[in-house]
């Protein structure tokens, strides 16, 4: 239903009064109407000429009594209204018709009408619609981008690409809920260089369908951003349906301060044997990225890593980025890695928190690399020698299933860093050991620092296939409310240097339960073990060798044990 409106003009006179015999006056613009008068009509079509002046009865203009609507055939006029005595009410130099009115705003060429005559929050409808154009008033995508502004793909929009789209702007957002499909093997999907405050938002992104190169240029990375700070990409989906190959889907390099939230990632076709150096991933921090937040993604494609944040860069500054709260799925080596490669020694690579994320079904298969070596991969999480990383309320489950061998740790939580904080996680049915944290020797390319103390507690180990907690060459331990149960081979807890040190050992509230083998410590100059218990092992409950001075107390018990209780060496 609608409301009903007068569809005629009221006039007054000065007492406010529907103006009765009266007179109205239509002239020439900015000029007296009475002396200058201009032809009006009684209909809209311009037959029917109307005698000036018009005459009022009740307030309307009338014609042969009865109200009558007037037309004009100019845009503007001057008008005069005087009562019927002569008195003028209002003379008008300049007055819009409006027809006039409405042809203005349904103009779509002239800059200066449509949109331009609205207004909209302190400015005009025009200028909050110029702040994005749509891709479907362009004849390409990247016709679009070259505007400068951000650029809406509408619901349903399905652009193709033949070649990379590019941004051009600072700030410039792509938008909407349409797709990007590239077509053309080995091109990326878009890419911006050197522009902070880009982003993505909605759009769903199909990368090329294949790569012709394993490295650089003829990758199908789908996403690339080269330093751009503050860069944004929430709620995208990387949809890699009918590819015969992937590398990253989102690939960010020397970036800082960005926001990677709420996107899906599906369908990569990697397996096991595909020849990528080092492979893709769904999320990739590369080189100098700080204090990025990676935040409730569903990293659930199937590549080779979930969310890989590496450099190998010397001057690399890579720290404080925020891991939380993702899903990450089904990937052929590692789940989350924090990587400082060999170039990356003296990068500043540190404080990088993993936290809250859920990690599953985590092949750790081998990876066929170009120079047709093999590398065995396999971790949940993985943390290779960063600096002061915290690592806490992560769930990992089913890792390391098909990992045999290998050169690396591999575990549901693996690292070579022995200056973490590992709080709160829990890993269930790993292939390997649960937890494995191995730190190089004073000989290697990363020795442990002198003042390293890795903090591990409130973690638990459900069923892995060996140790349920391996830790190697760590300096300083503080140990506290672990569990580990069910662990098929080794001890359950392993504690061990290679000799180049002797570790210290705090440990209490430890509990090792169903296992084969307890707790094992060997090489340490202090171990200190309270209020701990091993229960229903099947070989040694508690095995010590090499040790300096041992502390065994508080409340500490060893139970139903088949073989020794404790045996010390």
């Known amino acids: 239903m609608q409301a009903i409106a007068n569809p005629f003009e ?12 009266g007179y109205v006056y239509i002239g020439t613009v900015n000029l007296n109407p009475e002396t200058n008068p201009v032809t009006v009509y009684w209909d809209e079509d311009g037959t029917q000429p109307a005698e000036q002046p018009l005459r009022t009865l009740n307030g309307y203009i ?10 004009v055939g100019a845009d503007d006029f001057s008008m005069t209204c005087k009562e019927k005595n ?3 009410i209002f003379y008008e130099r300049s007055v819009t018709s409006s027809s006039t009115l409405r042809q203005d705003l349904a103009n779509d060429s002239d800059l200066t009408k449509g949109a331009a005559l609205v207004g909209y929050s302190g400015r005009t409808a025009k200028a909050k619609l110029d702040d994005s154009v749509s891709v479907l008033d362009y004849p390409t995508l990247q016709a679009a981008l070259d505007t400068g502004r951000s650029v809406h793909i509408p619901d349903n929009a399905a652009i193709t690409l033949t070649a990379e789209a590019t941004y051009t702007a600072a700030n410039q957002i792509i938008f909407g809920k349409g797709s990007i499909q590239q077509t053309t093997a080995g091109q990326r999907v878009l890419v911006a260089t050197s522009l902070d405050g880009v982003g993505l938002e909605g759009v769903t992104i199909k990368p090329a369908p294949s790569h012709t190169s394993n490295s650089g240029a003829g990758r199908n990375d789908a996403v690339q951003f080269t330093t751009c700070n503050r860069a944004r990409i929430e709620g995208v989906t990387f949809d890699w349906a009918g590819c015969t190959g992937a590398h ?21 076709p990697n397996t096991n044997g595909l020849y990528f150096v080092e492979g893709g991933a769904d999320i990739c921090l590369q080189e100098s990225c700080s204090r ?26 890579t720290r404080d980025n925020i891991v939380s709260s993702n899903t990450v799925k089904d990937c052929t080596a590692y789940g989350i890695i924090l990587y400082r490669g060999a170039g990356g020694v003296t990068a500043d690579f540190a404080h990088n928190h993993i936290k809250n994320n859920t990690v599953e079904n985590i092949t750790g298969g081998t990876l066929t690399i170009d120079d047709g070596s093999s590398r065995w991969f396999g971790a949940g999480i993985y943390d290779q020698n960063s600096d002061h990383a915290v690592i806490s309320g992560n769930t990992v489950k089913n890792t390391c299933q098909q990992t045999n061998a290998g050169s690396l740790p591999m575990a549901g939580i693996a690292s070579t860093s022995v200056t973490s904080t590992v709080t709160g996680n829990e890993v269930y049915t790993s292939g390997k050991p649960g937890y ?10 990363y020795p442990a620092p002198t003042d390293s103390t890795l903090v591990f507690s409130g973690n ?13 060459n760590a300096r300083r331990l503080l140990i506290s409310g672990n569990a580990g149960y069910a662990s098929s081979s080794g001890a359950a807890m392993t504690i061990d240097t290679n000799g180049d040190w002797k570790t210290h050992v705090v440990m209490s509230g430890l509990l090792l339960d169903g296992v084969q083998s307890g707790l094992s410590i060997n090489n340490a100059t202090v171990a200190s073990v309270q209020n701990s218990h091993v229960l229903n092992s099947t070989s040694t409950g508690v095995s010590v060798s090499n ?11 060893v139970k139903s044990i088949t073989g020794n209780g404790l045996s010390i060496a």
Do not use: M, Q
């Not at 990253?248 to 996107?263: H, P, R, T, W």
């Not at 494995?436 to 000989?443: E, I």
């Open 436 to 445: 494995f944290f191995s730190a190089g020797n004073a000989a290697s390319t």
């Open 547 to 557: 040790t300096d001075y041992l502390d065994i107390g508080g409340g500490s018990s």
């Open 86 to 88: 002569g008195v003028i």
């Open 248 to 268: 990253n889907a989102l690939y960010l390099i020397n970036c800082d301060d960005g926001k990677i939230v709420g996107n899906w990632f599906k369908s990569a």
């Open 62 to 71: 009338v014609r042969a009594g009865t109200p009558a609507r007037v037309y």
């Open 460 to 472: 638990k180990s459900f069923g892995s296939a060996n140790e349920a907690f391996k830790i190697y």
């Open 10 to 21: 009221v006039f007054h006179d000065k007492s406010g009064d529907p103006l009765d015999a």
């Open 292 to 317: 990025n937040l990676v935040s409730g993604n569903s990293c659930v494609s199937g590549n080779v890593y979930g969310i890989n944040i590496t450099t190998s860069t010397a001057a690399g500054n």
